[in-house]
């Protein structure tokens, strides 16, 4: 009898998990298309320098990515589109996706936000989250210019967006890599200046893009920052409105740059009992209507995809492993019964953080 439920569980988890049926898909998907053209209300982050810049609007200071409320937040809607075409080419919204960012990734628009890190005050905007974000929506790009499933008129148009994009991604590839020459500490954060979650992504364009030198750079600093790291203190997170897990998007950045065998090593001194606890239980949202209280929504997709990638990384009959296969989709199920019941707070953001959630544990499925 305890074997039938168990296996009316898995099947569950299976359906649960497969829930990015087309009806979800396009809901999901309408939230970026939708965000990425409202410019209000908008946080811009931005320095003024003098009344002229006072008076500028989102789109006049960001012609690509003034809308979905923040530029960072605009550029992972962007990735999301993006990688939609990738993994479903033939998604019945498809001809709306290539409009939208035919008319977002000119290159005239992406100059202008690639001037913008040049003018004063801008070399450090958006450092590092953006950053990190822009350099995922680079590597997307590249892939699916590559990718052998999709058209060749949709592989070309990706390569001409990336084209494009290149001087902006060069720009902030110069930015990451004088930043690295004086980054002393960590920011252990669960918000955006997180270190691991940039470096992390930032680690993927440089291998993506064949970038060594980058690469090898990055992985320096993060052995440099976190390698000696022992038994973190999991079981205080999370702050009050988190969307990274310090500690996971830490294990997550090492596991890409650790050899498997001193992974392994130094995983097994890394989490506390009481940490493992905490971070296999999903957070409480008290108030999906709160635009900070919403960051927990993020941290069950977080969660999720550390936790399946982690998992991964662990030979198949490791018990942390396992227990963090289970952890990762129960994360994800909890993130998809929230996510459509936010206002503009999650749904400017959310629909990004649960596409990568999903691409980090669809593997789960074959396991089960």
């Not at 003034?66 to 992972?76: A, K, P, Q, R």
């Not at 005239?108 to 001037?115: D, G, H, Q």
């Not at 440089?206 to 038994?231: E, H, I, N, P």
Request: charged share 20%.
């Amino acid at each position: 009898m305890r074997r039938i439920v168990t296996i009316i569980s898995l099947l569950l988890s299976v359906y649960l998990l497969s829930a990015q049926d087309s009806n979800t898909l396009l809901r999901l998907v309408r939230m970026p298309l939708k965000s990425i053209t409202t410019e209000y209300p908008n946080k811009t982050g931005q320095v003024i320098n003098d009344e002229a810049d006072a008076r500028l609007t989102p789109s006049q200071l960001h012609p690509v990515f003034f809308g979905s409320f923040d530029w960072h937040s605009s550029v992972h809607s962007h990735w999301m589109l993006v990688h939609t075409l990738r993994i479903v080419p033939d998604l019945a919204m498809m001809d709306s996706i290539v409009a939208a960012l035919d008319h977002s990734f000119t290159a005239e628009k992406l100059a202008a936000e690639t001037a913008y890190f040049d003018r004063p005050g801008g070399a450090t905007f958006e450092r590092t989250y953006g950053w990190a974000w822009l350099l995922k929506l680079d590597e997307e790009l590249l892939r699916l210019s590559q990718d052998a499933a999709v058209s060749s008129h949709l592989a070309s148009r990706a390569a001409e967006w990336h084209r494009h994009m290149s001087p902006l991604s060069r720009t902030i590839v110069a930015r990451w890599k004088a930043h690295l020459s004086k980054m002393t500490y960590a920011d252990r954060i669960g918000t955006h200046s997180n270190s691991a979650f940039a470096m992390a992504f930032a680690y993927d364009w440089a291998v993506a893009m064949g970038d060594s030198c980058f690469r090898d750079s990055l992985r320096q600093k993060a052995l440099d920052l976190f390698a000696k790291d022992r038994t973190i203190p999991a079981e205080w997170e999370p702050n009050a409105t988190d969307f990274f897990s310090p500690s996971l998007q830490e294990a997550d950045l090492m596991r890409r740059i650790m050899p498997a065998d001193t992974y392994r090593q130094w995983f097994e001194q890394f989490f506390t009992t009481e940490g493992l606890e905490r971070l296999c239980t999903p957070p409480i949202v008290s108030d999906l209507n709160d635009y900070h209280i919403v960051h927990l929504v993020g941290l069950s997709f977080s969660r999720a995809w550390c936790m399946g990638a982690i998992a991964r990384a662990l030979p198949a009959n490791d018990g942390i492993g396992m227990r963090m296969r289970q952890a990762a989709k129960r994360h994800y199920e909890e993130g998809m019964k929230q996510i459509f019941n936010s206002n503009y707070g999650g749904d400017h953001w959310l629909g990004s953080f649960a596409a990568y959630a999903y691409e980090e544990i669809k593997w789960l499925i074959d396991r089960l």
